[in-house]
């Protein structure tokens, strides 16, 4: 994933992530999107090369956006939080173009 600025333009209302065992519901300011793929401030760590669901709610009334991923990386401690990279699998070209619109509509 190239690098980016965590999102403070509030692109995203909430980003679920979901496993058989948890489920997470973290703000948009912590999550940075790419098209192929998000990046964000969790408070747990995550396992790497395990497969989640996340849920993408855009601001503008659009519907929920839901990807399935890799954690590729899960790097930080308890005390700073975890910055955990996914890569999205078996995008369909209607996801992919949602992910491009959102990841270019962030400020710079």
């Keep these: ?13 909430t980003v679920t992530l979901e496993t058989e065992s948890a489920r997470l519901a973290l703000t948009g300011d912590v999550v940075r999107v790419h ?3 998000i990046e964000l401030q969790t408070p747990k760590p995550l396992t790497v090369w395990r497969e989640m669901s996340v849920d993408l709610q855009p601001p ?4 929920k956006l839901r990807c399935t991923g890799v954690v590729v990386t899960c790097h930080g401690n308890r005390h700073t939080g975890y910055l955990v990279s996914m ?11 949602q992910l491009r619109l959102m990841a270019d509509s962030r400020p710079a």
């Excluded at 994933?1 to 209302?13: C, E, I, P, R, Y």
């Excluded at 503008?60 to 519907?63: C, Q």
């Design 1 to 13: 994933m190239s690098s980016g600025k965590l999102d403070t333009s509030g692109v995203f209302q």
């Design 35 to 37: 098209k192929n793929g």
């Design 60 to 63: 503008n009334g659009g519907r």
């Design 87 to 97: 890569v999205f699998l078996n995008l369909t070209k209607h996801s992919q173009e």
